[in-house]
């Protein structure tokens, strides 16, 4: 069982998706189901394809935004079918697998799924520290969300068995401090943000690329808790030294 | 495309499975449908499902026996979700995958999927030259049809595409910036410390494990030319923020 993934769906249309979804979880051993803003939920035709699963349909948490989906969870990927602005990190479902499944007991790993239609808004993945991209034929390339569902829980669940023979640590070695969660994270986000407004590098008016191109940057580094204070005491150290050199020009009016 | 792959659906019941089916192998490049006796086809279900792969559907192939799906074929697959009678060689999708992908132009490889609720009958799993079993959790084993085609198909695509594969890009997909060099990073780095320095977050006489931590934090991002670039207007934008500060306050003084 991998208790420590988390499968989120955004504005999910079709009830039926759902209970596929929770089926194809269940087959491969996951129970944590997360449903953003579902259009239709409860609903018979949910219960109807979850075939047995009606438990990881019970106990899925209802939610209205990503932030309440996400915010306990340490590493994030969002399922992505187009090329994006931004190249984004990318990997495939057994490279998703080979990340994900040796954080059992140590990190909670988020995957997100989008609308049947659309996907993921680029807002949505922006948030995550990787894109998984199913690599299907590209001239047909969107599969079912139950579907991919399968696949990437399968991939979870083939590398969960391959990793009974042996467990490898977080980038190949003991760590000191555990990860961040994606609620640290996004404070800092935040903090970031209003520093570089108050130091005029990020002009809100026009704030271009400045924002995901860092956010990817320190995304990618998947940050643990220590990283995040130490950055986040260089923006307080910043705010502190403009606001002592503001007073002391005040004082001297 | 692996046209020497055929999907058999042996007495399929719902026709919203057949499309389900469909879209799956489409997704991953296969086109060959063989239905043996399925309950209701052609059907709007099936059309619904297969969401775009009406292609796939339009030209299954439909059969009154397994002799006349299998006939043409060298090579076949049954999927089985339980222990037989007499144990038969059995492999994982991904072994599946590893014998038939290489068949391409040299044989034509049948992969036989049973009925929804009872799965292939021992007389026909004992036509298979290996059983396949998908390596869901015990207690909840039986997966959906379609799922179970996506997940065998994906796995064939898999080996397909890393058959083709030459070299694959930097995180996964072709990113916009070169990755910068190491004297860019060094600059960068000592740029940084002076800065930490400045803004009293750093004593020089007491550094601890500050620079160290913020140097694997960013060299485990494996910063490109712009990132590095846009660290460097932050630090810039820092510095010019106090001395104008600085200048403010030295003008009253």
Not at 99 to 121: N, Q
Not at 123 to 145: D, G, M, T, W, Y
């Amino acid at each position: 069982m991998s208790e420590h993934i988390r499968i989120v769906l955004v504005n999910t249309t079709h009830p039926g998706n759902i209970g596929g979804v929770a089926r194809a979880m269940k087959n491969m051993g996951l129970s944590d189901l997360c449903l953003v803003s579902p259009k239709l939920f409860p609903h018979p035709d949910a219960d109807a394809r979850a075939s047995g699963a009606t438990d990881v349909l019970e106990s899925a948490q209802v939610v209205a935004s990503i932030d309440e989906a996400l915010a306990d969870c340490e590493l994030v990927f969002g399922t992505s079918a187009r090329e994006r602005h931004i190249p984004w990190p990318l990997v495939d479902p057994r490279e998703l697998a080979a990340i994900a499944a040796p954080l059992k007991g140590k990190a909670k790993v988020a995957i997100m799924f989008g609308r049947e239609d659309r996907g993921l808004t680029n807002e949505e993945l922006q948030r995550c520290h990787h894109h998984v991209h199913i690599p299907a034929v590209e001239s047909f390339s969107s599969l079912n969300i139950a579907a991919a569902v399968q696949v990437i829980s399968y991939e979870l669940r083939m590398a969960e068995l391959a990793d009974q023979a042996g467990e490898k640590p977080q980038w190949g070695t003991q760590w000191d401090i555990e990860l961040a969660e994606q609620r640290e994270l996004e404070l800092m986000f935040e903090h970031l943000e209003r520093t570089l407004v108050k130091i005029d590098f990020l002009d809100p008016d026009n704030p271009r690329q400045l924002m995901p191109r860092l956010r990817r940057l320190l995304q990618r580094a998947v940050p643990d808790k220590v990283e995040v204070n130490v950055l986040r005491g260089i923006l307080k150290a910043v705010e502190r030294k403009m606001e002592s050199a503001e007073k002391n020009g005040n004082d001297h009016v």
